[in-house]
């Protein structure tokens, strides 16, 4: 039986970030940020800062900037956007399930609301412990890896330390894996199914996996549980891996030139689901949703149909709320039941 405590408690969703703007210098902003993380990019620091400001934030920020403008919406960024309504709605549910108000904070990687923004935020509500989860379902030393040093940052310049919980992944949570399934057979039943599934995760550099990643076999493993619950045959659906960046092999197969050679083979029509992120981004819905399915399309194939983030599902937030609630064990406690719901009060045994 574990104690509970009562000191006042604070939840923090964190997930990879956006620039302030779809405009050129923000964008320069964002990505120096990101692209210097040595999380993110392993290479000699001297070597790597010379090609980042010499070369790349020279040129990319303004061919992003192109990219985000074709998703922005009024309110701002489709991940931010996203992640608050999730942040909300997490809310409500660990109100509902506690029965007692816990605040819930938005903190990004990179680009703001940072981390620390984050993190502050919770303290000015009275926060003394705090859970955190990152979005990414599969674990990446490049993505949760560098979210758990942010966060250790953030702690070492505070004289009083909160409690943490900090979540790894749940790349296998049953109901992060229902909510998928069922979020692909709606699509399915509302649009028809196509002749292959496709799982894009985002990609990393292979040698990451050699020096000890776990996170392509957190991603076959979520791709081939999803696909139990759908029983779907061995060769129906695929795995693969987009957004590669820079000289270096990353996970393959590649989700483009798997694309271009199923259109080319005859695929007259391929579905495509990124379980990996926890909400529509830019590579969802500009590098997917436009550009592949532009290149699927030119390449010969007839239609392409991608199926949209988990975004604000009811299901996706009762899976990580569960998976919050499951972090919360020992520090809050379940409200009282009332007296007309005691078994005993009711002569059970």
């Known amino acids: 039986m574990s104690i509970t ?3 006042p408690v604070g939840i923090l969703l964190t997930n990879l970030g956006t620039p302030d703007a779809p405009e050129p210098p923000a964008l320069r902003r ?7 993380d040595p999380r993110v990019v392993e290479a000699p620091r ?3 800062w010379l090609v980042l400001h010499g070369v790349i934030l020279r040129t990319r920020p303004r061919k992003s900037a192109q990219a985000y403008q074709r998703i922005w919406e009024d309110a701002g960024s489709p991940l931010l ?15 509902e399930r506690t029965g007692r108000p816990i605040p819930v904070a938005v903190g990004m990687r990179y680009g703001r609301p940072s981390i620390e923004d984050g993190i502050a935020e919770l303290e000015r509500a009275g926060a003394e412990r705090i859970a955190v989860l990152p979005l990414y379902p599969q674990y990446s030393a490049s993505t949760t890896g560098s979210t758990y040093d942010a966060v250790g940052k ?4 505070r004289r009083k330390v909160p ?3 900090l979540v790894r992944d749940y790349h296998d949570h049953p109901g992060y894996l229902d909510a998928l399934a069922t979020s692909i057979d709606e699509y399915w039943q509302r649009y028809g199914r196509g002749d292959v599934l496709l799982f894009s995760f985002h990609g990393i550099p292979k040698e990451y996996v050699r020096k000890g990643d776990p996170y392509p076999v957190h991603c076959g493993r979520t791709a081939r549980a999803v696909a139990r619950r759908l029983g779907l045959a061995r060769g129906e659906w695929k795995t693969t891996f987009q957004s590669r960046f820079g000289p270096k092999e990353w996970l393959k197969p590649y989700t483009d030139t798997t694309l271009r050679r199923l259109a080319r083979s005859g695929t007259a029509r391929v579905d495509m689901v990124c379980p990996g992120f926890a909400a529509d981004c830019l590579e969802t819905l500009e590098e997917n949703d436009i550009g592949n399915r532009e290149l699927f399309i030119e390449a010969g194939g007839d239609s392409f149909h991608y199926i949209p983030c988990l975004n604000v599902r009811d299901d996706h937030v009762r899976a990580l709320g569960d998976i919050v609630m499951r972090e919360l064990q020992g520090w809050v406690a379940a409200p009282e039941p009332a007296a007309n719901d005691d078994i005993f009060s009711a002569g059970g045994h």
């Open 30 to 36: 964002y990505l120096a940020e990101f692209l210097w």
């Open 5 to 7: 405590t009562h000191a």
């Open 81 to 95: 956007t996203t992640t608050r309504r999730q942040a909300e709605a997490v809310r409500r549910f660990i109100a």
């Open 46 to 48: 001297a070597l790597w």
């Open 154 to 157: 953030a702690m070492a310049r």
């Open 163 to 165: 409690d943490l919980r």
